[in-house]
């Protein structure tokens, strides 16, 4: 299947063929031209990383038209994330006059302001769009799409309140499209509240272009490890800590020892953070320690490696965090190290995970 039977027009076409999107992922398939054909909701199981944002993204673009209003409010849960989703949003719009903007925290509220006049599809997190709705600096009655994206880390993060209220302020008569990586109850919970019927599309991980590894090891023989899994390999990859002390702890050790590492938490400003995924991204860093917070959003293209330097806190976790490699029918390495006292919580997570994938 190709991108031209999807039902896309001609500049939708141009724009992919510039972008060099040759053939459509499994989740565009499905949900294009449905969004295309009908006025539906939808719940769309599918990890960053399987072009969930065009699979939204090009049938909004298609048919929303240029009428100097908010047609279209996409949440996500983090600013490096609304930040991506606007920049993909604009590459595939080609040459159609539609006006997106993003919003979110650590930048200017009142240039902001400005540049949502005449908007017609905002990306924004929910503590800046309710900043924006308390001041009235926002109209969103006119909606014919809400997108909630990565609601499962809305979730973890505490923002489904903050997405709720947000609701509240938009109109009935709008398509809500509501994505995540898992599904938990509180997420399916939230459908059936907002969604009066909904599609549910899910699309299978990339796991099995994931390998995935784990090693017991007690912490002292941690460090040593993951200095071999470095060497032995051609590494470009994500280093999971659980706390920010341990992030900046790791990024130290590893930079003594002649690595090219950064650490990577939620404390560093946003220049700072996006200063170093720049880098990150360019490759002229190869390793980036972070805590599961900082990483959220985080869209990044070949990674080999994930480690999971500490064990994650659940399986959502896990998934998220394996889930940046072995993307783009390119394969990837995910190694868990597992302390002895964690086995017993390993195993477990690895059964749910079993049931949930």
Do not use: W
């Not at 090693?215 to 659980?242: D, P, R, T």
């Not at 783009?328 to 190694?335: D, F, L, Q, V, Y």
Request: contains cysteine; aromatic residues 8%; hydrophobic residues 35%.
């Amino acid at each position: 299947m190709d991108f031209k039977s999807l039902g896309l027009s001609d500049n939708t076409l141009k724009a992919l063929k510039r972008k060099g999107f040759k053939k459509p992922t499994k989740i565009q398939e499905k949900i294009i031209p449905i969004l295309l054909s009908e006025d539906v909701n939808i719940v769309g199981q599918a990890q960053t990383g399987t072009g969930k944002t065009a699979a939204f993204g090009l049938p909004i673009i298609e048919k929303i038209n240029d009428e100097k209003e908010i047609k279209a409010l996409i949440l996500t849960p983090t600013r490096e994330l609304a930040k991506q989703v606007a920049e993909e949003l604009k590459s595939l719009k080609g040459k159609k006059n539609l006006k997106i903007v993003e919003i979110y925290g650590g930048k200017p509220i009142k240039e902001q302001i400005y540049k949502l006049r005449g908007a017609n599809i905002v990306v924004g997190t929910p503590g800046r769009l309710l900043d924006h709705i308390k001041r009235k600096t926002i109209n969103l009655k006119n909606l014919s799409y809400f997108v909630l994206d990565e609601a499962d880390e809305m979730l973890n993060m505490g923002f489904i309140e903050d997405v709720e209220e947000i609701l509240k302020h938009t109109n009935d008569d709008k398509n809500i499209l509501l994505f995540s990586a898992t599904l938990p109850r509180e997420i399916l919970n939230l459908a059936k509240k907002y969604m009066r019927d909904y599609k549910l599309i899910k699309v299978k991980s990339s796991k099995n272009l994931i390998e995935q590894k784990h090693f017991k090891v007690s912490n002292s023989e941690k460090f040593n490890l993951l200095c071999k899994i470095i060497n032995e390999e051609n590494f470009y990859g994500l280093i999971f800590c659980k706390t920010r002390e341990d992030v900046k702890n790791l990024a130290r050790k590893l930079i003594e020892k002649g690595y090219s590492a950064e650490a990577f938490h939620g404390k560093l400003s946003q220049f700072r953070r996006e200063k170093i995924l720049k880098r990150f991204k360019m490759k002229k860093i190869n390793i980036l320690v972070s805590t599961d917070v900082a990483a959220r959003g985080i869209d990044i293209e070949g990674l080999t490696h994930v480690i999971n330097y500490s064990l994650p806190q659940n399986p959502e976790y896990y998934v998220h965090r394996i889930g940046r490699t072995g993307r783009a029918g390119k394969r990837g390495k995910a190694i868990t190290f597992v302390e002895p006292h964690e086995y017993k919580k390993y195993a477990h997570m690895k059964r749910c995970l079993c049931k949930k994938l």
